[in-house]
């Protein structure tokens, strides 16, 4: 089942996790925060969608509030399956939490500001953007005009706007 699920799941989930790399490699950069613990954690944010189950995980249509509680556990997961390996051990907090707000109504801990340490303050900006832009199974992507547009709406509540910033700057340098 596990091999199964990984020839279904996983070429989506490299080419994303590899984007998310790219960005927040390069948002660490421009912000001067560690550019190497940001492209690690971000490879190995989602990793704890293995303890999703496949039904939740793999669903083409809108998921239900129960549904969203399962996929909500997966920096948990992905903290756990890490902490077994010492290497990982700074990477913890990041995977952790990669989906907290500053705003405090992220998951799944409910930290704000700088409770959230910077390297998930930066995959939390460049998961988005890549989430956002592309094209998913139950939805088309939202175009660029759009996305930036909702990581603007976004800054101080959502996202950390020196990281927002970053990312702004980057995408204007090299163009569209």
Do not use: W
């Not at 907090?93 to 409910?110: C, L, S």
């Not at 939390?124 to 199974?137: C, E, H, L, Q």
Request: net charge neutral; with cysteine; glycine share 8%.
């Amino acid at each position: 089942p596990l091999l199964e699920r990984l020839k279904r799941e996983a070429p989506g989930t490299m080419f994303h996790s590899i984007t998310v790399a790219t960005i927040a490699e390069d948002a660490a950069k421009a912000i001067h925060a560690n550019p190497l613990r940001a492209k690690v954690g971000a490879l190995f944010h989602d990793i704890g969608k293995i303890g999703v189950p496949d039904a939740v995980l793999l669903k083409r249509g809108p998921l239900t509030d129960e549904e969203f509680d399962e996929i909500k556990k997966h920096p948990v997961h992905g903290e756990m399956i890490l902490s077994t390996y010492s290497p990982f051990t700074k990477l913890l907090p990041i995977i952790r939490g990669h989906h907290e707000r500053m705003n405090g109504n992220g998951y799944p801990d409910g930290l704000k500001d700088e409770e959230i340490c910077i390297g998930a303050r930066i995959i939390a900006v460049a998961d988005s953007f890549d989430a956002m832009i592309s094209n998913r199974t139950y939805r088309k992507g939202l175009g660029y005009e759009r996305t930036m547009a909702e990581l603007d709406r976004g800054r101080n509540t959502q996202f950390d706007s020196r990281v927002v910033d970053a990312l702004m700057s980057l995408i204007e340098k090299m163009g569209r």
